[in-house]
T-cell receptor, first 115, second 115 residues
């Protein structure tokens, strides 16, 4: 079975500083990995996804993530934090070329931006 | 991309009553929809996979007789929480899978509060 682990349930960074949210995965086969963002009382919005086409994935709002097989990691980064980035972030994994396969989510990381 | 709606966005009910939540795929015919539950400050947990024209597939530990899922058409799936109790209070989110996009699209969620 596949799983993801998000290190750090809460991360605080200053506005303009680097954002780094960590995600490690466990999978018996090559996984498909996703980062989602959730604002309060809302559904999830896809930030980016890894589907084996390229190890460095660029997403919306200036976020990117790098798939590192040797480290089984898929960390999310953004060079300069903005106040609007404050939200909950979820890493997720699935095994199939997707659409009809369930997602397994990490426990989430709450990002706080300090003015 | 696909747009997914949920109705209602929030509902408060008395213990013992049943509540129906609708999930609609507005611009895509979805053979598969997913229902997730999210407790406060926690991650999303898959409850069941809803398949059009057939019975839903429930995750381990989810009571199928309590959480009734009906995928009546290619654009509508409903989740009925029967005989709701306070412990059923949660944020319920549906999603639609699109195989060709290798992605799930999430609804805005329904917050259920059982008094």
């Amino acid at each position: 079975a596949q799983s993801v682990t998000q290190l750090g349930s809460h991360v605080s960074v200053s506005e303009g500083a680097l954002v780094l949210l960590r995600c490690n995965y466990s999978s018996s086969v090559p996984p498909y990995l996703f980062w989602y963002v959730q604002y309060p009382n809302q559904g999830l919005q896809l930030l980016l996804k890894y589907t084996s086409a390229a190890t460095l994935v660029k997403g919306i709002n200036g976020f990117e993530a790098e798939f590192k097989k040797s480290e089984t990691s898929f960390h999310l980064t953004k060079p300069s934090a903005h106040m609007s980035d404050a939200a909950e972030y979820f890493c997720a994994v699935t095994l199939d070329n997707f659409g009809n396969e369930k997602l397994t989510f990490g426990t989430g990381t709450r990002l706080t931006i300090i003015p | 991309g696909a747009v997914v709606s949920q109705h209602p966005s929030w509902v408060i009910c008395k213990s013992g009553t049943s509540v129906k939540i609708e999930c609609r795929s507005l611009d895509f015919q979805a053979t598969t929809m997913f229902w997730y539950r999210q407790f406060p400050k926690q991650s999303l947990m898959l409850m069941a996979t809803s398949n059009e024209g057939s019975k839903a597939t429930y995750e381990q530990g989810v009571e199928k007789d309590k959480f009734l899922i009906n995928h009546a058409s290619l654009t509508l799936s409903t989740l009925t929480v029967t005989s709701a109790h306070p412990e059923d209070s949660s944020f319920y989110i549906c999603s639609v899978g699109r195989r060709e996009r290798n992605e799930q699209f999430f609804g805005p969620g329904t917050r259920l509060t059982v008094l």
